[in-house]
């Protein structure tokens, strides 16, 4: 590399081993030390832990290393800021295959922490003074059918208020919170009824207690904000996770880009650090950090994933080239013109703003149930108290009902329905590599009735692969396989992929032809046919074509982006699923058309801009079609964002990642089809959940409107039809064991 | 009835008990990694790292 760079006009700095910048990144730890965050990649089975932890272990210096499975995170803290070398961390996981990133965690989501902490603490503060209160209720109510004397039972229900009194108190603090907000906004949610449901049965309790009544609803009051912790921390804990996992990807883009320092060093830094007006190298086989201009080097680039067109173009001084380019051979300085948040084209930021605006805001299920049930309560509760007062109950009994009827509608089941649901199939779709980035994308997903796929690295594979390796003799396709091995270009990368064996001694790389060296006394070269002695053929669709020549013997070698390898058996089952399928390409007509027959797709469209590509959803989106789009490349990200939701491989550029509401991690299209699946199957559950729990209050509401609900009915009924809701949730786990 | 003078104080004491324990494991971050903690205790590694 380092001689084709001298090779090049322009006198390129030599691409030394640049010195990388962390520093920002480290921070201290508790007790003295230095401590530092890596988002991992490809961590996928439990062995995993112990072998990432013990390579980082072994590295001298570290004193411990702590990888967080849910997260995907590893932590590694070092005695003192002398001895923290990340440069080695991210060597010892390179050598035994992951790849890491530096990570900071933003300050949004150590507050998300510590809500889920406050959460949990009010959970188990709520939980155990339940389960303390249930002690001394079951006595009270089996002592009111036997023989407990009155001041024994007053016993009891002082000693459940001294126990629910504070923990109410602390453990109802966030519907407290939340429904004071709402109604300072002059607003009713779901919280009022819960609060004043909690708030009114206490009070009731105290007031019946002096009184030495028979009856409290200490319990009741505890349990129902047991109940309704458990959904919400469920809940929190969903969107936690959907959020750590887009704060990972979005640590991707903290890729480096190599400076050049106005004293002529080369320096790398996050690619987040490069300023406009910075020169940046760039050399064979590496992304562009950064939009820019060449101002110096010449070379083949591949706007693949910028522009989904696959034949490389020339890059000379003077042009402009977008971040996410690959470099296929040359070397490149490039002024930066556009960096950080600004990288993408103008057009694509300005359409994506659009784009995403147009959509709105969905309306999720759960809050769809939840508007209508605030004023629902309310009423049933206001019209029983004011039907008994009419039919003669005293004031006393009045209140009691309609006390009643508030603790039996809280919505304990309401508000477990839908959070148990989507943590069992976030779950389920983790383990199979798929990976929620936004929320609410498993209920948009399975209202999709059709799905329109990019062509280039989302049904073809990102990287290119040799295509005609049958063609060509084994012995020279061995041979050429270990020429290419010596070289960092996609191409020869791509033909290295189709052999094994050691690299050739003495290679050397002719600039813009390809690489020549010896075996057997006999020179061997691969490279462009011409370089090689060979007639080009005619007809080149798509891809490339390169040629090997060993002695006198040649063979041409196509090189072209292939399909996924499940492409067609995942086409063929969402077709089997209703889907109306379709591809939305921005390449040429003569690349898209073989990849639209042979997976059989009839609707086609190639030569697309971005515009054009939300041009042809609006159009669907008129005739009342929702779509789910897949794409990977820059030009798909404003169609990710007009899409009714959007799905991206993990090689995708990271614009279009951050667009992308679900993303899939390896090299098949079947999570396309299972997400599906999973996604259509929660909302089948969820839409039970809610039916459950309706159902259960048509059967209790009119019984603590007809004054038959004592405390242990309440209890009873509450407990029951949550356990109920949650069980039929952990039925979202099934459809594993039917797809494998 | 004299029994509740012992019973009483023991059972509250017992769930108190169990609360600081929740707040005590929940302080030192033992549900920060749910799914790793499933996992790590079917591993061995505790055995292999001790000199």
Redesign the interface.
């Known amino acids: 590399m380092a001689g084709l760079a001298a090779a090049l006009p322009g006198a390129l700095p030599l691409p030394g081993p640049p010195v990388r910048d962390f520093s920002s990144f480290l921070r201290p730890v508790e007790g003295g030390g230095i401590a530092m965050d890596f988002a991992v990649e490809g961590i996928d089975c439990?062995?995993c832990?112990?072998e990432i932890?013990?390579a980082v272990e072994a590295v001298p210096g570290v004193s411990e290393a702590r990888?967080?499975?849910?997260?995907h995170r590893l932590a590694v803290s070092w005695p003192g800021a002398p001895a923290a070398e990340p440069e080695a961390v991210f060597a010892a996981l390179a050598r035994i295959g992951y790849k890491a990133h530096p990570f900071e965690s933003s300050s949004a989501e150590a507050i998300e922490a510590a809500r889920a902490?406050h959460l949990?603490?009010c959970l188990?503060?709520t939980g155990?003074a339940a389960?303390?209160i249930m002690?001394l209720s079951v006595s009270v109510w089996s002592g009111n059918v036997t023989d407990i004397?009155p001041e024994?039972r007053d016993?009891f229900h002082w000693?459940s208020a001294l126990?629910a009194l504070p923990a109410c108190a602390y453990g109802g603090q966030p519907f407290f919170q939340s429904a004071l907000r709402a109604l300072r906004a002059r607003a009713l949610n779901m919280d009022v009824p819960i609060s004043l449901g909690v708030l009114l049965a206490l009070g009731v309790s105290v007031y019946e207690t002096l009184h030495h009544a028979e009856h409290a609803y200490f319990d009741s009051a505890t349990m129902l904000l047991f109940f309704l912790l458990t959904g919400r921390y469920l809940d929190h804990a969903m969107r936690r996770r959907t959020r750590a996992e887009a704060a990972n990807l979005a640590s991707l883009k903290a890729d480096l880009a190599r400076r050049i320092e106005p004293d002529g060093s080369v320096v790398a830094v996050p690619a987040s650090a490069v300023r406009p007006g910075d020169i940046v190298l760039v050399s064979a086989g590496e992304r562009v950090p950064v939009d820019g201009v060449v101002c110096a080097g010449a070379g083949a680039v591949d706007e693949s994933l910028v522009s989904g067109e696959t034949l490389p173009r020339a890059a000379t001084v003077g042009g402009q080239l977008h971040a996410g380019s690959l470099l296929h051979d040359g070397a490149l300085q490039i002024r930066t013109t556009a960096a950080g948040t600004g990288t993408f084209l103008e057009e694509i930021e300005r359409l994506l703003e659009r784009a995403s605006t147009a959509r709105g805001a969905y309306v999720k299920l759960a809050d769809r149930a939840a508007r209508l049930y605030a004023p629902v309560v309310h009423a049933t509760a206001a019209l029983s108290f004011a039907g008994w007062m009419l039919a003669g109950a005293s004031l006393h009994q009045a209140v009691l009902i309609a006390v009643a009827v508030l603790i039996i509608t809280c919505p304990c089941a309401l508000a477990l329905a839908v959070p148990a649901v989507q943590v069992v199939s976030a779950g389920a779709l983790m383990r199979r590599g798929v990976l929620l980035n936004t929320g609410d994308a498993l209920e948009r997903l399975a209202e999709v009735d059709g799905v329109l796929f990019d062509k280039t690295g989302t049904l073809t594979l990102p990287e290119p692969s040799l295509a005609n390796a049958g063609e060509v003799p084994a012995d020279l396709l061995a041979v050429a396989a270990r020429l290419a091995l010596s070289s960092r270009h996609p191409l020869a990368r791509a033909v290295a992929a189709a052999g094994s064996g050691s690299p050739l001694a003495q290679v050397r790389e002719v600039p813009g032809a390809g690489l020549e060296g010896e075996l057997d006394g006999e020179t061997v070269r691969l490279g462009s046919p011409a370089f090689c002695g060979v007639e080009p053929p005619a007809d080149v669709l798509d891809g490339s074509v390169m040629a090997v020549r060993w002695g006198a013997r040649t063979a041409l070698l196509a090189v072209r982006q292939q399909l996924r390898p499940d492409a067609r058996a995942t086409v063929s089952r969402l077709r089997a699923m209703g889907e109306t399928l379709g591809i939305l390409s921005g390449d040429r007509a003569a690349a898209v058309e073989p990849v639209a027959r042979e997976l059989g797709i009839a609707d086609w469209s190639a030569d697309l801009r971005p515009a054009g590509k939300i041009g042809e959803l609006d159009a669907r989106a008129e005739r009342g079609s929702r779509v789910l789009m897949v794409g990977d490349g820059l030009n798909d990200a404003p169609a990710l964002a007009r899409a009714h939701v959007s799905m991206s491989p993990i090689s995708a550029a990271d614009v279009t990642k951050a667009q992308a509401d679900v993303v899939f991690l390896g090299e098949r299209l079947a999570p396309v089809a299972e997400a599906m699946a999973i996604a259509r199957r929660a909302r089948a559950l969820m839409r039970q959940n809610l039916w459950i729990a309706v159902i259960y209050n048509l059967f209790a509401v009119p019984l603590a409107i007809a004054g038959l609900v004592t405390p242990l009915v309440a209890a009873l009924a509450m407990s029951g039809s949550s356990a109920l809701v949650t069980l039929n949730a952990l039925r979202a786990r099934m459809p594993e064991r039917e797809t494998p | 009835m004299n029994v509740l003078i012992y019973l009483l104080p023991m059972a509250l004491g017992l769930g108190l008990a169990g609360l600081l324990a929740f707040l005590w494991s929940l302080r030192t971050g033992q549900y920060d990694d749910m799914e790793g903690a499933a996992i790590r205790v079917l591993s061995d590694d505790d055995l292999r790292r001790q000199p």
């Open positions: 439990a062995a832990i112990a932890e013990d990888l967080n499975y849910t997260t902490r949990l603490r188990g503060v155990f389960m303390n002690l004397t024994t016993l000693l126990i």
